[in-house]
């Protein structure tokens, strides 16, 4: 048989459909019923369930639920008044029973505001009811950041630059809702499509500045650098930059270790890009890429491997320097344990680099990029330079 305990837990479990009742006017939530549930088959403890029920009915306590009892003749215990119906027929016993009744009414200042302000808002206020409660506190310096993204959508600033009356790190700390609200309220033409996005999500969504990875470059041909008329040789430019580049269709080299980079010899119309590991796959934002000849010089590892498929994914000319069996056995001295090494499927590698890939997986060895001599290397990359150049 029910309980007073469980009454109010089921009263609470339907608190979100009446909030979504209150934001809908006129949608009928009272009265609402419990089940009854099994007649105890134990006299006394039919006897404490029913005395349980009757000190805390409204009857008793002045307000909550009611109790609707019966006279029954029972086969065991003979005749006995039995609960038939539990109910709450009106708001304010229910939000008593749950001490609410401050929470709804700020609720509902805040719901008859968001619908004044933010009329088309009110689908997602019925879907999401616990939200406005979530972010009381908070609610109507939301709602002004709404209103700016109406005006101003797509501001491209960075958050710290928005002109609204919010401190610093409110839209940073608040993410989630505000983007939660902005995509229920802004055509979808305002927004910007982050599929298959990781990171700085909000941002890109909401077509503001966010922290770019930098991507370092050298030129390793004077001639080269007179003739895109840059004053540096080696330079950081946020991606977005580096995207916009117009460099003649050069060769690039890319290094995934920062001192291989930083030694990469002056090779003809070349520049030496620093991959930094997996982060090469954002280079995929540079189109002009397309069109280059891509040389790529990881370490013999899985790793090494795992990153030249990835970026084949994106640029398929892209030719592997220095991952070959010559090179692994020119320098056998410095190939060390990989104990971390696994085999996976890589879709982007050639019929030689997926046999050097799975021999170094199985044996689980390695050998790092810095380990091979300087020599080695400038001989290697002026004769793929040539051949490139040739192409």
Not at 63 to 68: A, C
Not at 110 to 129: G, I
Not at 223 to 234: P, T
Request: charged share 25%; proline share 6%; glycine share 4%.
């Amino acid at each position: 048989m029910i309980s007073p305990d469980e009454i109010k837990q089921k009263a609470e479990r339907q608190y979100s459909k009446f909030l979504t009742s209150v934001i809908e006017e006129g949608d009928n939530f009272f009265p609402l019923e419990f089940p009854v549930g099994k007649v105890p088959s134990d006299y006394p403890a039919l006897r404490d369930a029913v005395t349980k029920l009757l000190n805390q009915a409204k009857v008793q306590r002045g307000y909550g639920y009611h109790l609707e009892l019966v006279q029954r003749n029972t086969r065991r215990h003979g005749m006995q008044s039995l609960p038939t119906k539990v109910w709450i027929d009106n708001e304010a016993d229910y939000l008593r029973l749950l001490r609410k009744a401050k929470e709804v009414e700020r609720f509902r200042q805040q719901v008859r505001l968001t619908l004044r302000v933010q009329p088309q808002l009110k689908p997602w206020l019925s879907a999401h009811p616990k939200k406005v409660i979530e972010y009381s506190n908070d609610w109507e310096a939301l709602l002004d950041v709404c209103h700016y993204f109406q005006r101003c959508p797509r501001p491209n600033l960075y958050i710290r630059e928005l002109p609204i009356r919010v401190h610093t790190k409110f839209i940073e700390q608040h993410k989630s809702i505000i983007q939660a609200l902005l995509e229920a309220i802004l055509p979808p033409e305002q927004l910007v499509d982050i599929t298959g996005e990781k990171d700085y999500r909000f941002e890109k969504r909401l077509g503001l500045k966010y922290r770019e990875p930098l991507v370092r470059l050298r030129i390793l041909d004077p001639m080269l650098r007179d003739r895109v008329q840059f004053s540096a040789s080696d330079l950081s430019l946020p991606l977005s930059e580096f995207a916009q580049l117009n460099l003649a269709q050069p060769q690039c080299w890319l290094t995934e270790n920062l001192m291989n980079f930083l030694t990469l010899p002056p090779l003809a119309q070349s520049i030496g890009i620093f991959g930094s590991g997996y982060a090469v796959g954002q280079l995929k934002a540079a189109a002009w890429l397309q069109d280059c000849p891509i040389f790529y010089w990881g370490d013999l590892d899985v790793d090494g491997f795992k990153i030249l498929s990835q970026l084949r994914s994106h640029f398929p000319q892209t030719l592997s320097v220095m991952m070959d069996q010559r090179t692994l056995e020119t320098f056998q001295a410095f190939v060390v344990a990989d104990t971390r090494a696994s085999l996976e499927k890589l879709p982007h590698l050639t019929a030689a680099e997926q046999q050097l890939y799975e021999h170094l997986a199985t044996t689980q060895q390695r050998l790092e990029q810095e380990h091979i001599h300087q020599r080695y290397v400038n001989a290697v990359l002026h004769e793929f330079s040539a051949g490139g150049l040739m192409m």
